[in-house]
């Protein structure tokens, strides 16, 4: 079941599509490690090509050494030779509200793009799709980076 609430949704899934994506995300939540949170995350993205990769979270014992799933998914998925991405679902045991990522994780989404989907879901499978770019308005990206190298390169000259 689908929400209505969909912002900057961006076309081109098919919903059997969606269902598997949000499927493999509710399933890498069966491996999260989370000790200390007891709170579950799974993450699911798909790349451009087609290919699934997964992640969940992990915790460690010294809080900031932890690592969120969303940023297990997309290591994976560059790891093997992947950067571009039309895109992930997050899983949560959170029955009443759709999972959303971290400040942290949005930031490292939208290293990979801005006008990507983000499947934030329930555990019913419900969900709401929003772009990259609408978690994370005014975000620093890397064109800012190539805008203050060529700023840097004219004042050279």
């Excluded at 081109?12 to 007891?38: N, T, W």
């Excluded at 997050?90 to 006008?115: N, T, V, Y």
């Excluded at 709401?128 to 840097?152: N, S, W």
Aim: net charge neutral.
């Amino acid at each position: 079941m689908e929400d209505t609430r969909n912002q900057n949704m961006q076309p081109g899934l098919e919903d059997r599509v969606v269902k598997a994506l949000i499927q493999r995300s509710q399933k890498a939540k069966d491996f999260a490690y989370c000790p200390y949170s007891k709170f579950r995350v799974g993450a699911a993205v798909l790349t451009v090509d087609g290919s699934f990769f997964t992640g969940c979270n992990v915790e460690n014992a010294a809080s900031n050494l932890g690592i969120c799933a969303e940023r297990v998914a997309l290591s994976k998925a560059v790891s093997e030779g992947h950067q571009r991405f039309k895109a992930i679902a997050i899983a949560s045991d959170l029955k009443d509200d759709f999972i959303s990522p971290c400040g942290g994780c949005r930031q490292f989404l939208i290293e990979f793009g801005s006008q990507w989907n983000v499947y934030l879901t329930k555990p019913d499978g419900s969900h709401r799709c929003m772009a990259v770019e609408a978690l994370l308005p005014a975000a620093f990206t890397p064109e800012d980076i190539q805008k203050e190298k060529k700023e840097e390169e004219k004042a050279q000259i």
